[in-house]
C-alpha cells in the first residue's frame, strides 16, 4: 500500500517527524515496497509492509536523529 501523500502516512510518522523526514519516510517506503514484492527479497518472515516500514525508518535515521527533547532533528 504505497503512499500518494503525506496526509496518508501512519500516525506514528506524522506525529513525531517534520515535514522534509516524512517525505523521505515517504518515498523509501514507497520504493521498498516495490522492491520487495517478491517474498525470497525479505528477510526473515517480516511482511512485505513490515520490510517497507523498516527501509523507511532506516532512511529516515540516516538524516535524522531524536534528540534529547525527543524530537527530531536532521542530524548536523
Known amino acids: 500500500m504505497p503512499y ?31 522492491q520487495y514484492k517478491d517474498p525470497d527479497d525479505r528477510r526473515g518472515d517480516a511482511s512485505r509492509e513490515e520490510t517497507a516500514h523498516r527501509v523507511a525508518w532506516a532512511a529516515v535515521k540516516h538524516d535524522y536523529e531524536k534528540g534529547d527533547d525527543e524530537k527530531w532533528h536532521k542530524k548536523k
Open 4 to 34: 500518494k501523500s503525506r496526509s496518508e502516512l501512519p500516525e506514528n510518522v506524522t506525529n513525531v517527524l517534520p515535514a522534509h523526514a516524512q517525505d523521505i519516510y515517504k518515498e523509501a517506503f514507497n520504493s521498498a515496497w516495490d
